[in-house]
Nanobody, 123 residues
Framework: VQLQASGGGLVQAGGSLRLSCTAT????????MGWFRQAPGKEREFVAA????????YYSDSVKGRFTISRDDAENTVYLQMNSLKPEDTAVYYC?????????????????WGQGTQVTVSS
């Protein structure tokens, strides 16, 4: 599976953005998908994940209640709706996927990664 992330940009604090991650490959529909982010000088951190068929979602505490992950398997796309954005959400956002995952919040569990999309939130 190959992943292509898009939708990043510059937004004011309190605003919203929706990131998209489009997959190519026959097995996408059985993939568990996740979003991670990496700010300058920091390690890559978990943001959100969704099991195949969307049966379960996971969120980091820092985005819970503000971000929503969803998937449209007919479009081979997973989304990250980000509301009430804060300057500390500024980072490069990456989508990732893998068929079998034991820990959705562990980046080492994923074997397919998109190229990243920049999100900048101004105060």
């Amino acid at each position: 599976v190959q992943l292509q992330a898009s939708g990043g940009g510059l937004v004011q604090a309190g605003g919203s953005l929706r990131l998209s991650c489009t997959a190519t490959g026959r097995t996408y529909k059985t993939y568990n998908m996740g979003w991670f982010r990496q700010a300058p000088g920091k390690e890559r951190e978990f943001v959100a994940a969704i099991r195949w068929r969307g049966v379960r979602t996971y969120y980091s505490d820092s985005v819970k209640g503000r971000f929503t992950i969803s998937r449209d398997d007919a479009e081979n796309t997973v989304y990250l709706q980000m509301n009430s954005l804060k300057p500390e959400d500024t980072a490069v956002y990456y989508c990732a996927g893998r068929q079998y995952i034991s820990n959705p919040s562990d980046p080492n569990d994923y074997d397919s990664w998109g190229q990243g999309t920049q999100v900048t939130v101004s105060s």
